[in-house]
């Protein structure tokens, strides 16, 4: 998307064997060759298992659209385009969305105190603006709840306001000194959409805010739609069991007595809803208030990364990559993966919906990649070759991917493992020519290059068919 008028005209060519949508990216037009991204895809779902539903979009208008894999692994029931899934954070874009819409409405201004709504919570001098933002220092909801509600009941908005309000938990930092993630932020903007509209949170989203841009199938309470017959099916693998398990046949998740909690990305969506949104967010709701030129306003400049250009704020994030600036989102939650990035060049829109937990967010930037015509390494059937292998002490150490957390490289009776805090240890495994690749049916690879003497100079990692340099620290 591009804040400045330009005409943008996409031609339908059809042959015999293929089909092609012009798209203009970066002033000059390249053609999107679906059997090209066909063929990609189904490598990743013959090689990696690859299972979800995948939509390009230019200038808001759809130009690929399809489903991989199964929507039940076990009986072989293939996934379908309407199926919704769980966005996990993306789906806090909604709820800052409804609080704009209070805004257009004259109901509430950016610089209000939350106390002034809910003046029995103890956090004083913290603006909407800062709440939306991340930067209120409010601390996140879930261990109190976890010690201090039942586990049998189900908690909603207002009991964890009550329990926030009684508890009497200092905030974590001065409000507007940093930014730090807090899912209370927008529990308690949720809680603020209903005190003000006077109405059900859903109610208010679905009927002021998401059905006037033409979203039709997203739901928050999944009972009340009967959403749970629309609702997909998630799958994790199982390196103990060798196959996917259902996610409804796991172990029962710990913090399922939260799921009643509405604001803070517990929505379900299609991917044709989400990319309406995305379209209808960045143009319609978010540059109204926060965008000027194209960028995102940096809300705290001492925590910003200016030099790479990432900022943050009103439920979304703003990234420099080397297909220019875009906004991007992904969500996390059991057997669902999801993601989108929207280039601002281009008008480029690509989101990427997985019910097995594929790595979604790498796989949306090769496919934009892909869309505009540069060069994607294809998945290939990985080899472990027992001999030839570099020493593997030079290969340890601490590697850091550009904008991401840092992972360990180490060595464990004679093997290499990926090892990251919060994760379990995957075995790295060498396939020849100084690369190695991760045995957790993944599209990631290591590369290392080494001088003459066999020390280190420089690593790469390979996912989804680009490659990122790594920095050792």
């Given at each position: 998307?591009?804040?400045?008028?330009?005409?943008?005209?996409?031609?339908?060519?059809?042959?015999?064997?293929?089909?092609?949508?012009?798209?203009?990216?970066?002033?000059?037009?390249?053609?999107?060759?679906?059997?090209?991204?066909?063929?990609?895809?189904?490598?990743?779902?013959?090689?990696?298992?690859?299972?979800?539903?995948?939509?390009?979009?230019?200038?808001?208008?759809?130009?690929?659209?399809?489903?991989?894999?199964?929507?039940?692994?076990?009986?072989?029931?293939?996934?379908?385009?309407?199926?919704?899934?769980?966005?996990?954070?993306?789906?806090?874009?909604?709820?800052?969305?409804?609080?704009?819409?209070?805004?257009?409405?004259?109901?509430?201004?950016?610089?209000?105190?939350?106390r002034r709504y809910f003046p029995e919570l103890p956090y004083y001098n913290v603006n909407i603006s800062e709440m939306l933002n991340h930067?209120?220092?409010?601390?996140?909801?879930?261990?109190?709840?976890?010690?201090?509600?039942?586990?049998?009941?189900?908690?909603?908005?207002?009991?964890?306001?009550?329990?926030?309000?009684?508890?009497?938990?200092?905030?974590?930092?001065?409000?507007?000194?940093?930014?730090?993630?807090?899912?209370?932020?927008?529990?308690?903007?949720?809680?603020?959409?209903?005190?003000?509209?006077?109405?059900?949170?859903?109610?208010?989203?679905?009927?002021?805010?998401?059905?006037?841009?033409?979203?039709?199938?997203?739901?928050?309470?999944?009972?009340?739609?009967?959403?749970?017959?629309?609702?997909?099916?998630?799958?994790?693998?199982?390196?103990?069991?060798?196959?996917?398990?259902?996610?409804?046949?796991?172990?029962?998740?710990?913090?399922?007595?939260?799921?009643?909690?509405?604001?803070?990305?517990?929505?379900?969506?299609?991917?044709?809803?989400?990319?309406?949104?995305?379209?209808?967010?960045?143009?319609?709701?978010?540059?109204?208030?926060?965008?000027?030129?194209?960028?995102?306003?940096?809300?705290?400049?001492?925590?910003?990364?200016?030099?790479?250009?990432?900022?943050?704020?009103?439920?979304?994030?703003?990234?420099?990559?080397?297909?220019?600036?875009?906004?991007?989102?992904?969500?996390?939650?059991?057997?669902?993966?999801?993601?989108?990035?929207?280039?601002?060049?281009?008008?480029?829109?690509?989101?990427?919906f997985s019910n097995n937990q594929f790595q979604s967010w790498a796989l949306a930037d090769a496919l934009a990649n892909l869309a505009v015509?540069?060069?994607?390494?294809?998945?290939?059937?990985?080899?472990?070759?027992?001999?030839?292998?570099?020493?593997?002490?030079?290969?340890?150490?601490?590697?850091?991917?550009?904008?991401?957390?840092?992972?360990?490289?180490?060595?464990?009776?004679?093997?290499?493992?990926?090892?990251?805090?919060?994760?379990?240890?995957?075995?790295?495994?060498?396939?020849?020519?100084?690369?190695?690749?991760?045995?957790?049916?993944?599209?990631?690879?290591?590369?290392?290059?080494?001088?003459?003497?066999?020390?280190?100079?420089?690593?790469?990692?390979?996912?989804?068919?680009?490659?990122?340099?790594?920095?050792?620290?």
């Amino acid at each position: 998307m591009s804040l400045k008028k330009t005409k943008n005209v996409i031609f339908l060519l059809l042959s015999t064997t293929t089909f092609f949508c012009l798209i203009s990216f970066s002033g000059f037009a390249q053609l999107l060759d679906d059997q090209k991204i066909d063929s990609f895809l189904n490598a990743l779902c013959r090689i990696e298992d690859f299972s979800g539903n995948i939509l390009i979009a230019r200038s808001g208008k759809t130009v690929y659209l399809k489903s991989y894999g199964y929507n039940d692994i076990q009986k072989k029931v293939p996934l379908t385009i309407d199926k919704a899934f769980p966005v996990s954070d993306i789906g806090i874009e909604f709820t800052a969305g409804g609080i704009f819409r209070l805004i257009e409405q004259g109901k509430l201004k950016l610089t209000d105190s939350i106390r002034r709504y809910f003046p029995e919570l103890p956090y004083y001098n913290v603006n909407i603006s800062e709440m939306l933002n991340h930067s209120s220092g409010i601390p996140q909801y879930f261990q109190i709840a976890f010690e201090k509600l039942s586990h049998t009941d189900v908690a909603n908005n207002d009991s964890i306001v009550a329990l926030m309000s009684r508890s009497g938990i200092p905030l974590d930092f001065e409000p507007g000194s940093k930014l730090s993630f807090s899912y209370t932020n927008y529990l308690l903007l949720a809680s603020l959409i209903e005190k003000l509209s006077g109405r059900n949170f859903e109610d208010y989203m679905l009927n002021d805010v998401l059905n006037p841009a033409g979203i039709r199938s997203t739901f928050w309470d999944k009972n009340r739609t009967s959403g749970i017959n629309k609702i997909a099916q998630g799958f994790y693998y199982s390196t103990d069991q060798n196959t996917f398990i259902e996610i409804a046949n796991s172990d029962p998740d710990e913090y399922q007595f939260l799921n009643g909690i509405k604001g803070d990305g517990n929505v379900y969506t299609t991917i044709q809803d989400l990319a309406i949104w995305v379209n209808h967010w960045s143009k319609d709701l978010l540059y109204k208030t926060s965008v000027n030129d194209g960028n995102l306003k940096p809300f705290s400049l001492s925590q910003t990364d200016t030099s790479t250009e990432n900022f943050s704020g009103y439920g979304i994030l703003q990234s420099k990559r080397t297909m220019g600036k875009c906004l991007y989102h992904d969500g996390e939650f059991p057997g669902f993966f999801t993601a989108y990035l929207h280039f601002f060049k281009g008008d480029l829109t690509v989101i990427v919906f997985s019910n097995n937990q594929f790595q979604s967010w790498a796989l949306a930037d090769a496919l934009a990649n892909l869309a505009v015509g540069n060069h994607v390494e294809f998945p290939y059937e990985h080899i472990e070759i027992k001999t030839g292998i570099p020493s593997l002490s030079s290969l340890c150490g601490t590697y850091q991917i550009p904008n991401e957390n840092a992972f360990k490289v180490v060595e464990v009776a004679g093997k290499l493992y990926r090892r990251r805090e919060g994760d379990r240890d995957i075995e790295l495994k060498y396939e020849g020519k100084n690369r190695f690749y991760y045995s957790d049916r993944s599209t990631r690879q290591i590369r290392f290059d080494l001088d003459n003497q066999g020390n280190y100079k420089m690593a790469y990692l390979t996912r989804c068919g680009l490659t990122v340099p790594l920095v050792k620290q």
